[in-house]
Structure formats: structure tokens, C-alpha cells
């Protein structure tokens, strides 16, 4: 139940915040189109993505987590639910607008951590060594609503 409280909270927030601009055919490369999707940076800097399709791709193969493409979430263009696991993704346009949803949840009555990247967020782990084990894969961080938002 927690979970779904969650989910349906985070994706009106970032609809609030301004994130739920569908991307379009060039936000969001595939196999289909014959662009490269990036994965997470070797050099271990965190990577923008340019949209969700490649932040999903992108999270299967640095944490070999399943993330069936797609399980769109219903309410959100630029959010996935994993649906064996249980990861919730979302890409966002900018920083601010990350940041907006940050401060959404931190204000919420049931903040959840997340990890956190340029322009993306992750939640949904069971505990918070599953967050941090994401955090490394996908060059991140964690974050919780006691901290402050990060600058970056």
C-alpha cells in the first residue's frame, strides 16, 4: 500500500513540478532508431539522460535489475514503474525541476529517500543498502528528505 501511496504521490509531483512533457522521438533514442542509449559513466560522474527510455535502459544494465520496457507509469509520460522489483524512475528536464520534486516529497506526509542524478530520480528500494547498491551502479546518490537538496 505504501508503495502505491508513493508512486501515485511522486507522479502528481512531478507533474506539478513541471515534468510530465512527453519527450519526443529525439529525447528518447532506441534500438529502433540505431542510437546508442548511454549507460552509467565509467569515470563514475553521474550522466543526464535525455529522456526516460534511455534513464531506464540505462539503469537495467548498470544494476542488472529487471525493468521491462515499458511499464509506463498511467499518470506520468516521464516515469516507469519496474514492475518485478519494484524501482520507480523518473527523468526530469532539469535540475530545478528535480529539485521541485525533491522538495515536494521532502514535505510530504511519507517522505521516501531516492537516488539522485543530474536529471533523474530513483525510489522504491526496501531498504536503504538497496538505494546505495542503485546509487553506485548508476553513479548517483542518495538522498533523504532529512538532508539538504543537493545543488547538483
Request: charged share 10%; with cysteine; proline share 9%.
Amino acid at each position: 500500500m505504501k508503495l502505491a501511496v508513493s508512486i501515485l504521490m511522486l507522479g502528481g509531483m512531478l507533474s506539478l513540478a513541471g515534468c510530465a512533457v512527453a519527450p519526443t522521438a529525439t529525447d528518447s533514442p532506441t534500438a529502433t532508431t540505431g542510437t546508442a542509449v548511454p549507460s552509467a559513466s565509467a569515470s563514475g560522474d553521474p550522466v543526464a539522460y535525455a529522456g526516460i527510455d534511455e534513464l531506464r535502459a540505462a539503469f537495467v544494465s548498470a544494476t542488472g535489475l529487471p525493468c521491462p520496457p515499458f511499464s509506463q507509469y498511467y499518470t506520468d509520460p516521464n516515469g516507469v514503474i519496474c514492475t518485478e522489483g519494484g524501482w520507480q524512475l523518473f527523468w526530469t528536464s532539469s535540475v530545478a525541476d528535480r529539485n521541485n520534486a525533491l522538495q515536494l516529497s521532502a514535505g510530504s506526509a511519507e517522505p521516501s529517500p531516492f537516488v539522485v542524478g543530474p536529471n533523474w530520480l530513483i525510489n522504491g528500494g526496501s531498504d536503504l543498502q538497496a538505494y546505495q547498491t542503485v546509487a553506485e551502479a548508476m553513479h548517483g546518490h542518495v538522498w533523504d528528505s532529512g538532508q539538504p537538496i543537493p545543488a547538483d
